[in-house]
């Protein structure tokens, strides 16, 4: 059908332009890019498989790198084990010269200057060998994992853990080849004197122990005679007196003290007295009404009365009495009786019950006392104690009187003088023992060495923050050791070399604990000795030699595993790097060929659109004719 509407023959040619620039399209963009897929949908599962191969290869060119750096980590550790290796190798051959004894003691300690300076080093290594930060020698690393896969726990460990290499860890601390043997530990502990321990402190711990004495409100108290005492209250209430002694001890590390209070005796100073017990009468003396002496007979009973016998006539009277001593009848009324009723013979005096009968307390000018009194013995001595308030007790020295008519007795207790016999004062503070802990915070120590000379205030801490005591600019410092005795021993360390001497020595410890201030004076007292550690030393270097050689050949089989690992890494990815360029590098050669053909076609495409396009002029031709 022929018509000019729809000119079917170039829809069919651009239709084939169109699918052959695409095909051209394609070809130049892998030409250009070099890449066979450049978009997932040029091959979805190829796109997929490349990208998967990808990161492999990129996981295995970082787990390279990795095992670079684990090996240069390696290296750094045994490059340094290979130095440390040349001092302990140095020190093992100084060691053998200076035991040998065509050496003098003063040959021998500058062998010994060397050796401590070669540990010195060694030490240093030891803290300061690092890789990106981290120590590699002593042993704060621990094992430290690389990455050496793709994939997940796909390590290899380099280890660098404990122990260390530190002089300790290698048993070289304080080696000394020449010397006397003796063992010696560190210590920062004195045995000193405390003053001020505060009883009322919180930081002091005060105990008790009355010797089975019950007491409440138990304190210590001391005597105006000087002697302690622990002052109470008893099960009845009543004041308690028990003599007593201390023990006291104050801890300069914690501040803190404790106190413990023992009774010396379970018998209280003062007793308290419940009974004036009844006496036989003797050596009694009568008077009459104005204490004029007068001759009588007997002094009688009758109907609870006393009555004074003279012949045949009775006199009622009253009996003054004492605990001891003399007893005396008094006439109290003079009209005379000539008869009574049963009259008795008074022989015993009674028993007074001083819980019924209250005794009335007069000071030395016969004044009524004003404070609360109370009747006391002290072995067979009457007391009378006073309490003036506030727990202040004081005690005189007394006469007990008691007068009776023969009823209901009265009781009179008066101080013999105006001086107490005994006041008692609160002891807030005490002495003691001092354990001190050796803090240049809390103390001053003053050293005086064997020529005289002495360094004040000499306490100071080192880079670890222990004690040190520097003593001069000639570079000589000190520590204190203790032997296996438990006796102390001053350690100096002299010069660069640091040579250890050793000195006897003497010491006094004082700690004020009101101010937690301790005050050490410490003198040497002998001739300096070298003691000698170990007693194997050529042993022990090389057992630290041993040590070393074990960590440097375990970091060798190390290293050779990680140049293991990265041979295997490199091959892989190359491996990995060839398939992946099979399924997304473009093959040039085929996609020449394709854009060649595509632009061919493209050509023809265009020349056929060209001709396709006149068809309709058939039909003109048709109404034309």
């Not at 590699?136 to 050496?148: E, M, R, T, W």
């Not at 003691?432 to 120590?445: C, E, F, R």
Request: net charge negative; charged share 15%; hydrophobic share 35%.
């Amino acid at each position: 059908m022929a018509g000019i509407i729809t000119n079917v023959n170039t829809l069919v040619v651009q239709n084939t332009a169109l699918k052959n620039s695409s095909v051209l399209q394609q070809s130049i963009e892998r030409l250009s890019s070099g890449m066979r897929i450049n978009s997932a949908k040029d091959d979805a599962a190829g796109q997929a498989i490349a990208n998967r191969m990808g990161s492999q290869i990129k996981g295995l060119l970082q787990a390279q790198r990795n095992a670079s750096d684990g090996r240069s980590m390696a290296e750094t550790a045994e490059g340094a084990l290979s130095e440390i290796n040349q001092r302990l190798q140095r020190i093992r051959e100084l060691s053998v010269q200076s035991l040998s004894e065509t050496y003098t003691l003063e040959d021998a300690d500058s062998i010994q200057a060397e050796i401590n300076v070669n540990l010195k080093e060694i030490a240093r290594l030891n803290s300061q060998t690092t890789f990106n930060g981290k120590n590699v020698l002593d042993g704060s690393a621990g094992n430290v994992p690389i990455q050496v896969g793709v994939n997940d726990n796909e390590t290899l460990g380099v280890f660098l853990g404990k122990p260390g290499f530190s002089v300790d860890e290698l048993g070289l601390t304080d080696l000394v080849i020449r010397g006397i043997s003796g063992k010696v530990t560190p210590t920062d502990q004195l045995l000193g004197s405390a003053s001020n321990i505060s009883l009322s402190s919180g930081s002091t711990s005060v105990s008790f122990n009355t010797a089975g004495v019950a007491l409440t409100s138990a304190k210590l108290v001391r005597s105006s005679s000087g002697i302690l005492f622990i002052q109470g209250t008893d099960a009845q209430g009543k004041n308690t007196y028990l003599t007593a002694n201390y023990g006291a001890t104050y801890n300069t590390a914690t501040d803190s003290a404790s106190v413990s209070v023992s009774a010396v005796t379970s018998s209280p100073l003062y007793s308290d007295i419940s009974t004036l017990p009844s006496r036989t009468v003797s050596g009694l003396s009568f008077v009459d009404d104005s204490n004029a002496a007068m001759s009588a007979d007997a002094l009688v009973s009758s109907n609870g009365k006393y009555y004074i016998q003279q012949g045949t006539d009775y006199y009622e009277a009253e009996l003054n009495w004492g605990p001891t001593g003399a007893m005396q009848a008094k006439v109290t009324d003079p009209t005379a009786l000539t008869t009574l009723t049963s009259p008795v013979n008074v022989t015993t005096t009674p028993a007074v019950d001083l819980t019924t009968v209250t005794p009335s307390f007069l000071d030395s000018s016969g004044n009524a006392v004003s404070g609360a009194a109370r009747l006391v013995k002290n072995g067979s001595s009457y007391f009378m104690e006073v309490d003036n308030g506030g727990g202040d007790f004081r005690y005189y020295a007394a006469s007990v009187a008691v007068t009776s008519d023969g009823g209901t007795p009265a009781v009179t207790v008066q101080a013999n003088t105006a001086t107490a016999q005994n006041t008692f004062t609160d002891v807030s503070t005490v002495g003691g023992t001092s354990y001190v802990t050796i803090d240049p915070a809390k103390m001053q120590l003053n050293y005086t060495d064997n020529d005289g000379k002495t360094f004040a205030n000499v306490l100071d801490s080192d880079a670890d923050g222990n004690y040190v005591m520097n003593l001069g600019a000639d570079g000589k410092s000190a520590t204190l050791v203790q032997q296996s005795d438990g006796s102390l021993l001053i350690k100096t360390l002299n010069g660069s070399g640091e040579i250890q001497i050793y000195y006897p020595n003497s010491y006094t410890a004082s700690t004020d604990a009101a101010t937690g201030w301790t005050t050490i004076n410490l003198r040497e007292t002998g001739d300096g000795i070298r003691l000698r550690n170990p007693e194997d030393p050529l042993a022990t270097l090389d057992a630290a030699i041993a040590r070393v050689d074990q960590r440097r050949s375990l970091l060798g089989a190390t290293m050779n595993r990680l140049e293991s690992v990265q041979n295997v890494q490199t091959a892989t990815s190359t491996a990995l790097s060839a398939s992946r360029s099979r399924i997304e590098d473009a093959d040039y050669a085929e996609e020449v060929s394709k854009m060649s053909r595509s632009q061919i076609v493209q050509q023809a495409g265009n020349s056929v659109l060209a001709k396709s396009n006149h068809l309709p002029d058939a039909v003109l031709s048709l109404l034309q004719g």
